[in-house]
């Protein structure tokens, strides 16, 4: 059966710090990969995908970045991170062609 | 470009009452539409889906009907427990990212059962 992982589960950041989430994927080939962001009291935002092996697509511009070095490992990265990053992340993933995602458990993220 | 609006929580009910979330939807084309449930400091889990019109979505006691004529795809249950308070979140796949999968959500509804 196909999991997912994703870690570390929370994280707080002081402001212009690195960051690195990491989300990995067992027992499926080829997915496509998700991340999104769910600030306090609002809806989803999706932040990436990726429909292969270093194909990364940017939704909105941000201060974030994400690469794809393997095909079911996805990262979510920053340089420096601001308070305006604090949110709960979540990398997803599904098959292609379906709509179907699969979610892990979140990354709450403070920046502080 | 598409869309997807839930009405507002939090949404306040005693255990057995019967559930409505209402969910209406922009798009261009014939989307695929889901429900997600969220628990406290959890990832999202598929509720139910249904992906063409007058398809009926149900698991779990939940159900949705795909309505394209008023673009809706309103959650219901007749008799809720305080196990379903969570968030639930109204999503839609456009056909046009069959192979993205992007999906598009709205805003989530927070339900609370009280015993």
């Known amino acids: 059966s196909q999991t997912i992982h994703q870690w570390p589960a929370t994280l707080v950041q002081p402001v212009g710090s690195p960051l690195s989430l990491e989300c990995t994927v067992e027992?499926?080939?080829?997915?496509?990969l998700y991340w999104y962001r769910q600030a306090a009291g609002r809806g989803l935002q999706l932040l990436f995908y990726s429909v292969g092996i270093g194909q990364i697509s940017s939704e909105v511009p941000q201060n974030l970045s994400a690469s794809r070095p393997q095909d079911r490992q996805f990262i979510l990265s920053s340089k420096k991170l601001l308070l305006s990053d604090s949110g709960f992340y979540l990398c997803?993933?599904?098959?292609?062609?379906?709509?179907?995602?699969?979610f892990g458990q979140g990354t709450r993220l403070t920046v502080v | 470009g598409d869309s997807v609006t839930q009405m507002e929580g939090p949404v306040t009910l005693s255990e057995e009452a019967f559930l409505t979330i209402n969910c209406t939807y922009t798009a261009t084309g014939y989307p695929s539409l889901f429900w997600y449930v969220q628990y406290p400091g959890e990832g999202l889990q598929l509720l139910l889906k249904?992906?063409?019109?007058?398809d009926k979505g149900s698991n779990k006691g939940f159900e949705a009907t795909y309505r394209k004529e008023t673009t809706s795809f309103h959650l219901e249950k007749g008799s809720v427990q305080v196990s379903d308070s969570a968030v639930y979140f109204c999503a839609l796949r456009d056909y046009g990212s069959s192979n993205t999968g992007k999906l598009i959500f709205g805003q989530g509804t927070t339900l609370q059962v009280k015993p």
């Open positions: 027992g499926t080939s080829n997915p496509n």
């Open positions: 997803a993933w599904s098959v292609r062609g379906t709509g179907e995602a699969f």
């Open positions: 249904a992906t063409k019109a007058d």
